[in-house]
């Protein structure tokens, strides 16, 4: 059974960092794509970022630039999403999504999502 598992959310003051975790199972890690999502109350579904399985090329929204990092470990089945200087914007549910081949920022190639964690940034 295909699983995608987030942790790492939580409350954390503005200009502190977190560390998002997602955790595959039962798929074929290596030939999948992973994204991270993001959806704020009121607001829709936007990509943050994105990396692709091969090639680990990496795609970052214009707001997250130069502040989140995206990596991933094939032995560990895991994407990570480093977060820095927290802005209070940040404040969403996250999201990580996986699709076939390279990665992309658009939320409807995605086919597996995740349950979501939820991270707030408080002032």
């Known amino acids: 059974q295909l699983q995608l598992v987030e942790s790492g959310g939580g409350l954390v003051q503005s200009g502190g960092s977190l560390r998002l975790s997602c955790i595959a199972s039962?798929?074929?890690?290596?030939?999948?794509?992973i994204g991270w999502f993001r959806q704020a109350p009121g607001k829709g579904r936007e990509g943050v970022s994105a990396?692709?399985?091969?090639?680990?090329?990496?795609h970052y929204a214009d707001a997250v630039q130069g502040r989140f990092t995206i990596s991933r470990d094939s032995a560990k089945k895991t994407v990570y999403l480093t977060m820095n200087s927290l802005k209070l914007e940040d404040t969403a549910t996250y999201y990580c999504?996986?699709?076939?081949?390279?990665?992309?920022?658009?939320?409807?190639?995605?086919?597996?999502w995740g349950q979501g964690t939820q991270v707030t940034v408080s002032s």
């Open positions: 999504a996986a699709r076939r081949g390279l990665a992309s920022m658009d939320r409807y190639t995605y086919v597996y």
């Open positions: 039962g798929f074929n890690f290596d030939a999948y794509a």
């Open positions: 990396i692709s399985s091969t090639t680990g090329s990496t």
